[in-house]
């Protein structure tokens, strides 16, 4: 296990340019980035298509060179080395597992490649199959296997090569829904039982929360914010990821200079809210989704600034009657709101709100 860290981090690709008010501008994909994951720790890369995150995994794996600043693993700068000497093994988005040759080929082929016996990295492929599962399938070729079947050989192949950090670049976009939550499963228990120092790239939240120990979320080559994924949720550092964590988002009503934000589930039918300091307001219902036995409740409220469309998100619990048209008393909690800077977006202390009871 070994820490990985990067101080600085800046890349800018050739060619990559943009007019802006008549000159050409260089577009950055990483923006400074200074970031660490700890030994053993699974550290998720979060963001949006084109926020970076891609590309600073490569840069730590040394398929990118950065165009300022260091990247380091183990507290040694590995800036200029090749993949093959940063002691670390990449899972791709497409698996790139050779279709000619067998499980078991695919998985010895780095070991090989490095010059080992041939009983030694057999052992060893038999070692990680047994630790995957895949032990019945190391005769087969690729196309006879399922997404989440060729997801495993290459974490196997990975393994052989006793990486001190994994690299995995959205290993689970080309799954189903339902695969996806399972493969999920698998690789965090894997994840746990192996111990390895573990960077994830995804744009899915889903997977950042079930999988990361910590969250590092990207916007336009920076990071806005990294923390438990209770905390990125719960304490979001932005707007930015306020809006971006969260299915439903959080809702934001402007109210002055500031914007005062709360997550869809602590928007409640007063009736519902049993907190001593709470603030109500009137919801319009405008219309309602049932989704995974939850109500999604589309309206407008008023009484604590300007008048916002916003989401309340009931559960099964919460049997209320609403119906599009209708004006309900909804309430949150006083301890739910957020603030921020209404231009910057950046978090604020905390400020009175009317309707308080």
Not at 71 to 90: D, K, S, T, W
Not at 182 to 196: I, P, Y
Not at 202 to 230: K, N, S, W
Not at 237 to 251: E, L, Y
């Amino acid at each position: 296990m070994e820490t990985v860290e990067v101080k600085g981090l800046v890349k800018a690709f050739d060619g990559q340019l943009r007019a802006r008010r008549g000159r050409s501008e260089q577009v950055l994909a990483l923006d400074g980035v200074d970031l660490a994951a700890e030994p053993g720790e699974y550290l998720v890369l979060l963001g949006p298509s084109g926020c970076g995150k891609t590309t600073l995994l490569r840069t730590i794996a040394g398929l990118e060179q950065p165009t300022k600043g260091e990247v380091l693993i183990g507290g040694n700068v590995v800036n200029g080395l090749p993949p093959r000497v940063r002691q670390i093994a990449m899972v791709f988005q497409s698996y790139a597992l050779y279709p000619h040759k067998t499980v078991l080929d695919n998985i010895v082929f780095p070991l090989r490649a490095e010059g080992m016996e041939r009983a030694e990295r057999e052992q060893k492929a038999a070692w990680a199959a047994e630790l995957l599962e895949i032990t019945p399938l190391l005769r087969r070729k690729p196309r006879q296997l399922s997404g989440g079947e060729r997801q495993r050989v290459a974490l196997a192949r990975a393994l052989v090569r006793d990486p001190a950090v994994f690299l995995l670049d959205e290993p689970l976009s080309n799954l189903d829904a339902k695969m996806r939550a399972t493969a999920r499963d698998e690789l965090k228990r894997f994840q746990e039982r192996v111990g390895t120092t573990t960077i994830y790239v995804t744009h899915d939240q889903a997977e950042a929360m079930g999988l990361g120990d910590r969250i590092a979320v990207l916007e336009h080559g920076r990071v806005r914010q990294v923390g438990t994924p209770q905390e990125v949720y719960d304490d979001p550092a932005d707007t930015f990821v306020a809006t971006f964590i969260g299915a439903p988002p959080m809702n934001l009503v402007p109210r002055e200079d500031r914007l005062v934000g709360f997550r869809p589930e602590h928007l409640l039918p007063t009736e519902n809210v049993t907190a001593a300091e709470r603030v109500t307001m009137p919801l319009r219902v405008e219309r309602m989704e049932y989704l995974s036995g939850d109500r999604h409740v589309y309206g407008t409220v008023t009484g604590i600034g300007e008048e916002t469309r916003v989401i309340a998100r009931l559960p099964a619990t919460v049997a209320t009657p609403l119906a599009a048209g209708e004006t309900h008393e909804f309430a949150v909690p006083a301890d739910r709101f957020r603030f921020f800077d209404a231009a910057e977006g950046v978090r604020t202390a905390a400020v009175p709100i009317g309707g308080a009871s």
